[in-house]
């Protein structure tokens, strides 16, 4: 297992889940059983980072632009995230773990939103660690839904355009309530963001695995923090060295 130090740790991390469907075509398996899979992997990694101290956890679990996967895959998902929430209740209430969603959520199927719902607001004073699920999420949507609502605000007259700045876009958008992730990391071996986070994702560090998201482990999660561990931030300062 990677040593990382226990005072340095990124406060905020992002995941972007990738390689369900590469891990279950690799096993001839269809690519819900990679999902399935995949949820395996999220309960593993809510654990650990719990445990360890991260205090804020983000993880990409639905995309805006997913809805226009094969309809079947859809419904795969959505009874996934349907399960994930029910059989977790418990333990997100045990543990102290504060439940958040991202994304454009009128969209879910009435069930998960139902669930989903519920699981929020049930624990809404944890403080143990922030679980947010970005789902239906995009990075792009989301800058676009609070500038329209600037627009409105402008166009109302209760909003003055010069304050517009990124400290009030940051104070409006959903996916910065618990602050910029300091550290996002992507499975599956692409290196982009995706649409992830893109506002708060300004001085992320990046750190890319090959692992496929269902075989990333604990070692995995432990590799990443000890790379962030080991870079020097600046934004945009200079340091002397
Ligand atoms: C990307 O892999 C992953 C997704 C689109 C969904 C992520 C969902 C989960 C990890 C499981 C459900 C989540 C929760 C919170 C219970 P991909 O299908 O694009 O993989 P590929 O690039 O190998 O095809």
Do not use: K
């Amino acid at each position: 297992m990677p040593l990382i130090e226990a005072r340095n740790l990124p406060r905020h991390v992002g995941i972007i889940m990738d390689g369900n469907g590469r891990w279950a075509e690799r096993r001839r398996e269809d690519r819900s059983a990679g999902h399935r899979a995949g949820s395996s992997s999220v309960r593993r990694i809510v654990r650990v980072s719990r445990r360890i101290g991260i205090e804020a956890l983000t993880l990409y679990a639905f995309s805006f632009q997913n809805w226009a996967r094969p309809g079947e895959e859809v419904d795969s998902l959505m009874a996934l995230l349907h399960d994930y929430l029910l059989s977790e209740r418990a333990e997100i209430l045990e543990q102290g773990i504060r439940l958040a969603a991202v994304g454009e959520l009128d969209s879910l199927p009435e069930p998960v939103r139902m669930l989903l719902d519920a699981l929020c607001a049930a624990s809404a004073h944890n403080s143990r660690m922030t679980l947010t699920l970005a789902l239906s999420y995009g990075g792009q949507e989301e800058i676009a839904c609070v500038a329209r609502q600037f627009a409105r605000e402008a166009r109302a007259g209760t909003l003055d355009p010069e304050h517009i700045d990124a400290h009030l876009f940051a104070s409006r958008l959903p996916s910065q309530r618990v602050g910029a992730p300091d550290l996002i990391i992507r499975t599956g071996g692409e290196t982009r963001l995706s649409n992830f986070l893109l506002f708060g994702s300004a001085y992320a560090e990046l750190f890319f695995s090959d692992r496929l998201w269902p075989e990333f482990s604990e070692a995995d999660l432990f590799e990443a923090i000890a790379s962030y561990q080991g870079r020097q931030r600046r934004f945009g300062q200079v340091v002397e060295y």
